[in-house]
């Protein structure tokens, strides 16, 4: 059983930051990629940053500059720094790994919300 547990979501006026952070537990079998996806009010869900095992991090051009992808292959654990945050950055939030396998698992989410 996999567990991805997401936190650090919150209410940020816009320029702010927040940092997110993902823990995996459970037998995850190894993992390859743990990435940050959206999902907005209108129900789109959206890539936002992708890091492998060896660290090469991949950034959707809308976050690019502002946010920052890292892990701790050792705790299993994942961050989403967020930076200059804007009202289009209210999403929620869910991490996302992949297993040795390629299986993917998700988490709940972690809700962010910037105010103009």
């Known amino acids: 059983q996999v567990q991805l547990v997401e936190s650090g979501g919150g209410l940020v006026p816009a320029g702010g930051s927040l940092k997110l952070s993902c823990v995996v537990s459970?037998?995850?079998?190894?993992?390859?990629?743990m990435a940050w996806y959206r999902q907005t009010p209108e129900n789109m869900r959206e890539m936002v940053a992708i890091?492998?095992?060896?660290?090469?991090?991949t950034l959707a051009d809308p976050v690019k500059g502002r946010f920052t992808i890292s892990r701790d292959n050792a705790k299993n654990t994942a961050w989403l720094q967020m930076n200059m945050l804007k009202p289009e950055d209210t999403a929620v939030y869910l991490c996302?790994?992949?297993?040795?396998?390629?299986?993917?698992?998700w988490g709940q989410g972690t809700q962010v919300t910037v105010s103009s």
């Open positions: 996302k790994i992949e297993n040795w396998f390629g299986q993917d698992f």
């Open positions: 459970g037998s995850t079998l190894g993992i390859n990629d």
């Open positions: 890091i492998t095992s060896s660290g090469r991090t």
